[in-house]
């Protein structure tokens, strides 16, 4: 079982920067792929990025490239999520999500647990 729980949400300008935490608890970290999804509301939960579990591997959505970063640091079982460059449109909840098999995994089934969400909220 993994427990994950995110943080470092918050309300922002448009062209700020905000970076997400996810700890997860579990015994060993490394094992597991971790994934960022949002969901705005009225609108379906996407994927956001993902990263490899030796860190080698990331991959995002289009309209985060050269916007967000993925990072991950498995001495302190944690993922990151810098977020520069805020728009209006990415105002969402961020979940952390986990899975064992592959960093390559960009839908929602794919993940086997997940966090409670944060909220961001960028302002124009």
């Known amino acids: 079982q993994v427990q994950l729980v995110e943080s470092g949400g918050g309300l922002v300008q448009a062209g700020g920067s905000l970076r997400l935490s996810c700890a997860a608890s579990?015994?060993?970290?490394?094992?597991?792929?971790m994934g960022w999804f949002r969901q705005a509301p009225g609108k379906v939960r996407e994927f956001v990025s993902s990263?490899?579990?030796?860190?080698?591997?990331?991959l995002y959505t289009d309209s985060v490239k050269g916007r967000f970063t993925i990072s991950r640091d498995n001495a302190k079982n944690t993922v990151y999520l810098q977020m520069n460059s805020l728009k209006p449109e990415d105002t969402a909840v961020y979940y952390c999500?986990?899975?064992?098999?592959?960093?390559?995994?960009?839908?929602?089934?794919?993940?086997?647990?997940w966090g409670q969400g944060t909220q961001v909220t960028v302002s124009s």
């Open positions: 999500a986990a899975q064992r098999t592959t960093w390559e995994i960009t839908i929602r089934e794919g993940y086997t647990y």
């Open positions: 579990v015994r060993t970290f490394s094992p597991y792929c």
């Open positions: 990263i490899s579990w030796g860190s080698a591997k990331s």
